[in-house]
């Protein structure tokens, strides 16, 4: 059974920093992909950054480009979204989801989501 498990969503100032993490189980990140993505109140949901399980390179919403870094652990089967100079338009839900290899960055392609979490970007 795929299981996705988001933490380190929180509140933090503009400027600020977070890290995300996305445990996964039921699966091995090797063979599909897996992405962080976003969504606002009001808003679509939108892809922050994906890789495929067989690229190395991740890519990234032009958004958040230079700002957020997306690792994986391979070993722990968990992948992280280290989030720098962050800004209030980054305020939304942050979910982890995997789906087939070659699902990019395109949210509907992708078929189990985590519950997600809130990060919060405000003074």
């Known amino acids: 059974q795929v299981q996705l498990v988001e933490s380190g969503g929180g509140l933090v100032q503009p400027g600020g920093s977070l890290r995300l993490s996305c445990a996964a189980s039921?699966?091995?990140?090797?063979?599909?992909?897996i992405g962080w993505f976003r969504q606002a109140p009001g808003k679509e949901r939108e892809g922050v950054s994906c890789i495929s399980g067989s690229d190395d390179s991740a890519i990234y919403a032009n958004s958040v480009k230079g700002r957020f870094t997306f690792s994986s652990d391979n070993a722990k089967n968990t992948v992280y979204l280290q989030m720098n100079s962050l800004k209030p338009e980054d305020t939304a839900v942050y979910y982890c989801?995997?789906?087939?290899?070659?699902?990019?960055?395109?949210?509907?392609?992708?078929?189990?989501w985590g519950q997600g979490t809130q990060v919060t970007v405000s003074s």
């Open positions: 989801a995997t789906g087939p290899s070659y699902a990019g960055c395109s949210w509907y392609q992708y078929d189990y």
């Open positions: 039921g699966f091995t990140l090797d063979y599909y992909a």
